[in-house]
């Protein structure tokens, strides 16, 4: 059964950085696109920042300039690097990705359990 294990997250003061990382374990034979979302309180879960297997990266407009996603494929993590944090980043942030699990099997989209990151003023 595959894992995906957020860290990172915590509490910051306006204008600081944090870094997030999520590190997927278990039998994977493949790792597609790893992705990070977040969700604020009474909000939609929306996308932080997506890269694909290549290295491509898209960002939400929020985020743009600010944050940086990247990969470590050998050890099928993901990182965040948060910078110029705002309380409007205060969220809930999930790690997804998508994978398989053998040559033949489809890509299964699969998330974290979440990790608080909060911003104070």
């Known amino acids: 059964q595959v894992q995906l294990v957020e860290s990172g997250g915590g509490l910051v003061q306006n204008g600081g950085s944090l870094r997030l990382s999520c590190a997927a374990s278990g039998s994977i034979f493949s790792m597609y696109h790893m992705a990070w979302y977040r969700q604020g309180p009474g909000e939609q879960r929306e996308l932080v920042a997506r890269?694909?297997?290549?290295?491509?990266?898209s960002y939400g407009d929020s985020v743009k300039g600010r944050f940086t996603i990247s990969r470590d494929n050998a050890k099928n993590t993901v990182y965040l690097q948060m910078n110029s944090l705002t309380p409007e980043d205060t969220a809930v942030y999930y790690c997804n990705a998508g994978y398989r699990i053998t040559s033949m099997a489809s890509i299964t989209n699969s998330w974290g359990q979440g990790t608080q990151v909060t911003v104070s003023s």
């Open positions: 890269i694909n297997i290549v290295g491509g990266t």
